[in-house]
């Protein structure tokens, strides 16, 4: 790769590599979403945890004996790595440079870091050694020289081939964020220049958080009306890509306007994508409006591009929005992600993801966590998130917030019954069409939900009842007295009478099953306390021996069994949902819940006497 050629704009650097980073049409992206570290941004400090993340990626070491990138996202092609706003600190610029100069494979690191004072900017610049790194300013240093004293906030990329050469481009913020760092750092010089890295195959415009928000039509003089320039100049014919480094604590309308703003207008007439990627904000709230863009990390395309939107996968959630469509990262903890990004056409042969999200793993204090897994499903994250954003409300039982806390600790447990588990039995019962996680927060089952995630944690908290031990029984709860199950049930669907019938249908053939107490409801109602008897479709007349010669030969001769071979029934009875939330939603304080509780595990193990025969 030959050295970068600098064009310095008035209003946009243009720095061109000669250098293709796409491969098949797509882009390998790796989204470093670390934690936040607040308290060592004034100070420039080191940031361990975020170098440690880096090192593991890019060479392994320790715990990983190989690059965990390796395992995540196999190859040899390009990957983009992007870390967020103010994730590094100057003085960790060594052990990332020695990093980023081992990876095996092309990479370029896009990576925030601050604040440092302009004399240190100065001072690295001017240790260049031959052979080594090379440090370049993405301004005009000459024309529009740096403050010494002030520090700035910046970001750093790498371009590194294996086979050549390493360069790295300190690259200014050029807005400031006005409700924290306008009061703390009031000091922060701010760069004149957007930057523009143009590679053969791709156009790539990094960004740094505020710098995202002023949209072009009101600002002529922003960030966004200055790549736009950069945008009609170059060459139609090659996509484009915004990537923004953040460091925002929580969701707000400004990002989703400045997303589509940037893709619709600052990209239009190009293919173009946003990245985003912030430091983990793991902080739930209710309303899905904000709480599906989680930490707002991932990767966003025009909804006129792809009107159906992606489907869900384990790593990456869709996105759909007004002008929107994309993956948002599922996790909102620390974590590292790894996927395709495609710029298109979609449809079913070209693919139909903007960003196929493929892996992640925890990042911690000590790096990347080994060794790398794949994805689990992702009931357990959705399922535990929906408890987060429906704790329990001001005047409930303290049952509900007691139980929720262990819901969650069995939801992280290695014991039955899984997360699956759970959600299935909560949303479907015994029925056995399967439950969406994602659809837990959907308008339409949010309410069901919210009903039976609080029932169960009630139920959870009675004394004399224990967790299933057992994936391939109905049931999350067991008692220990009458030894029956139990299952909480809010069908958001069914009506009760189909739900009734559900049971009665799925006792037939289940004579090695526990009884089963059902405590249900559904939209038009709640079960009604009794025994589950048959309808009269809920089984069959017996048939004659499938080991009776009756003179047939082939598939119809006699056969030592068969599935009209007469089947066992379990017994199941049922309770309705309204008994648990007179526990807690009619709760008073100067009498307490504990009678309610007594008496409705007396009436579960009313029942079935234990030991009975099924």
Known sequence: MADP??????????VGFDATVLAGGGLQLCLLQLAPNLESIGTDASRPAAVRAVEDLLIGGGA?????????????????????????????????DAAVRQAGRPIVLLGGFGVTPGQSLLDWRAAAQAGGTGRHFAWDEAATPLSTVRPVNGGWCWVHDPNGDTHCIVFLK?????????VQLPALQYGRRGTYLR????????????????????????????????????????????????LQTGYNVNWEIAVDGILNQVLAGREGVVALCNIAHDHPVADEAAD????????????????????????????????????????????VATGKVSWGPYGPVDGKFIWHAEMHGACNAAGVAAPVLLPDR????????????HPAQTGWSPRVATGLKQLA?????????????????????????????????????????????????????????????NNDQAGQLRSVASESNILIWRDPNKTVGQMERELGAWKVGQGHHPNLVVIGASWSGDLKPGIVGEGRLDD???????????????????????????????????????????????????????????????DINAFFKKGAAA
């Open 5 to 14: 050629q600098f064009t310095f704009g008035d209003r946009v650097t243009t």
């Open 64 to 96: 990983h004996q190989r690059p965990a990138l390796a395992e995540m996202a196999p190859g040899a092609e390009a990957v983009l790595v992007v870390a967020p706003e103010f994730a590094f600190g100057s003085s960790d610029w060594p052990a990332i």
């Open 174 to 182: 050029m807005l400031a964020e006005q409700n924290v760092e306008a």
């Open 199 to 246: 590679f053969n195959d791709l156009d790539l415009f990094p960004l740094i958080c505020a710098d995202m928000l002023q949209p072009m039509v009101q600002h002529p003089d922003s960030p966004q009306a200055r790549i736009r320039e950069a945008v009609v100049a170059g060459d139609v014919a090659r996509p484009a890509m915004v990537v923004g480094s953040l």
């Open 292 to 335: 599906r863009w989680r930490s707002l990390s991932g990767v966003y395309g025009r909804w006129g591009d792809l009107t159906k939107g992606q489907a869900n996968l384990p790593v990456g959630r869709r996105l759909s929005v007004r002008g929107v469509v994309g993956g948002v990262l599922r996790q909102s903890v620390p974590t």
């Open 378 to 389: 992702p009931d357990g994250c959705e399922l535990s998130r929906f408890v987060r954003r």
């Open 409 to 469: 600790t069995q939801l992280t447990a290695d014991t039955p019954p899984s997360p699956e588990r759970l959600l299935h039995g909560l949303l479907a019962g015994v029925a056995p069409e399967a439950v969406d996680p994602d659809g837990l927060h959907e308008a339409r089952i949010a309410p069901a939900a919210m009903a039976a995630v609080h029932g169960l944690a009630v139920v959870a908290t009675i004394e004399g009842l224990e967790w299933l031990p």
């Open 540 to 602: 069959v007349a017996a048939p004659p021996s499938p080991a009776k010669d009756l003179g047939a030969v082939g598939g119809l001769g006699a056969e030592t069994g068969d599935i009209t071979l007469a089947r066992g029934r379990c017994k199941v009875a049922t309770l309705g949902l309204d008994r648990v939330a007179a526990i807690y939603a009619d709760y008073d304080p100067a009498l307490g819940d504990q009678e309610k509780a007594v008496q409705l595990l007396a």
